[in-house]
T-cell receptor, first 119, second 113 residues
Framework: ETGVTQTPRHLVMGMTNKKSLKCEQHLGHNAMYWYKQSAKKPLELMFVYSLEERVENNSVPSRFSPECPNSSHLFLHLHTLQPEDSALYLC??????????????????FGAGTRLSVL | AQKVTQAQTEISVVEKEDVTLDCVYETRDTTYYLFWYKQPPSGELVFLIRRNSFDEQNEISGRYSWNFQKSTSSFNFTITASQVVDSAVYFCALQNTGNQFYFGTGTSLTVIP
């Protein structure tokens, strides 16, 4: 079992569809992240969950809705997406050694991503 | 503002050559972390190194070495005697004292056999 597993690996959806991306980590970590990777652009951090609490939301449009039901699972619910949302969506996890929800200095372990195409 | 610049978009080298990947960062924080990750064609980013802002010692790990210079805000990565398996996209990243990570646009390295 790989450390961080993302499903599906590929997803094609229309602009009116609703779909969800799933991420599962088997590393015993307590923080999880969603990133968007578009061609020629830096990885964009979307959301950070630490101790199952959302600690960062980087001005992501509301058509992206994260959910973290426990420390091992992270979802990204998608609805009414736009073609410019087509990208590779990466999930990562880390172990926060600090007290509280800070993830400063954490080493992130990434999944292989979901390649999303919005038609 | 925080920013990471990887000016080299693509690099090609012949196997066994040495190659240096540049990373320049901007931050007003005095405490921060720097990272390098490798992204092979399979997609997942693989952690290579973490360095905090108070540790300027250079590091060597096998064929990999890193040169951290706060005076020039650079954290360069050198691969010695490159191999085909080193072909990947390499990302440099900065993290400040908050929960934000800032990645560069990556350098695509191709090692030609």
């Amino acid at each position: 079992e790989t450390g961080v597993t993302q499903t599906p690996r590929h997803l094609v959806m229309g602009m009116t569809n609703k779909k969800s991306l799933k991420c599962e980590q088997h590393l015993g970590h307590n923080a999880m992240y969603w990133y968007k990777q578009s061609a020629k652009k830096p990885l964009e951090l979307m959301f950070v969950y630490s101790l199952e609490e959302r600690v960062e939301n980087n001005s992501v449009p509301s058509r992206f809705s994260p959910e973290c039901p426990n420390s091992s699972h992270l979802f990204l619910h998608l609805h009414t997406l736009q073609p410019e949302d087509s990208a590779l969506y990466l999930c990562a996890s880390s172990q926060s050694l600090n007290l509280g929800t800070r993830v400063f200095g954490n080493i992130q372990y990434f999944g292989a991503g979901t390649r999303l195409s919005v038609l | 503002a925080q920013k990471v610049t990887q000016a080299q978009t693509e690099i090609s080298v012949v196997e066994k050559e040495d190659v240096t990947l540049d990373c320049v960062y901007e931050t007003r924080d005095t405490t921060y972390y720097l990272f390098w990750y490798k992204q092979p064609p399979s997609g997942e980013l693989v952690f290579l190194i973490r360095r905090n802002s108070f540790d300027e010692q250079n590091e060597i790990s096998g064929r990999y070495s890193w040169n951290f210079q706060k005076s020039t805000s650079s954290f360069n990565f050198t691969i010695t005697a490159s191999q085909v398996v080193d072909s990947a996209v390499y990302f440099c990243a900065l993290q400040n004292t908050g929960n934000q990570f800032y990645f560069g646009t990556g350098t695509s390295l191709t090692v030609i056999p």
